[in-house]
């Protein structure tokens, strides 16, 4: 979860702390979907295909924290620079294209609230609270009838305050 329980039942105690726990797993989870990338720290290897036209390449997981190996058609690279805050990898002469052609395998992401060391952007927690309690207030319901029973979901259920707190920390590929 991108907060912890014990925050949020300081800032909500009326709430049912099991309800609490819900919509924290779920607003955590929207909001990964909305950066378009994991945030929680762990060690993965990944298979990417190059651009040739690029000289950068993007993994999944960052910021980088350690890039234990990179393989270039299964032969070992260290040419390359470590752009570590925006998780890439820059390489002067470009990268190789083909499907799962680089294969890397690196520890990246943030250590979460709740754990030792926790480095997630104060942004992005505040973004998650403030959604649960968008979620609580309104679980994205914007009309409903009767008679012949209608319910009408809005289409995103995510506030542009919340957007605004995430956007710079989200990936566009």
């Known amino acids: 979860m991108l907060t912890t329980l014990e ?6 105690p009326e709430i049912n702390p099991l309800d609490l726990e819900f919509f924290a797993k779920a607003a955590s989870s929207n909001i ?18 190059g651009n040739k036209n690029s000289k950068f390449l993007n ?7 350690d890039v234990t190996s990179v393989l270039v058609d299964s032969q070992p690279t260290a040419d390359y620079k470590i752009v570590a805050e925006s998780g890439r990898l820059y390489r002067e002469q470009g ?3 083909g499907f799962q052609r680089i294969e890397i395998t690196y520890t990246g992401g943030y250590i979460l ?12 927690e505040l973004a998650c609270i403030l959604h ?20 009408t979901y809005a ?3 995510m506030s542009n305050a919340v957007k605004s707190l995430l956007d710079g920390h989200r990936r566009f590929m």
């Open 7 to 12: 925050r949020l039942k300081q800032i909500m």
């Open 32 to 49: 990964v979907k909305y950066l378009n990338r994991p945030l929680e720290q762990k060690s993965i290897t990944e298979w990417i295909a």
């Open 59 to 65: 993994v999944k997981l960052y910021p980088l924290l």
């Open 95 to 97: 990268w190789i294209e």
């Open 113 to 124: 609230p709740g754990k030792d060391g926790v480095n997630l952007p104060e942004e992005i």
């Open 132 to 151: 649960i309690q968008d979620l609580m207030r309104t679980p994205g319901v914007t009309s409903e009838r009767v008679g012949d029973i209608s319910v």
């Open 155 to 157: 289409p995103e259920s």
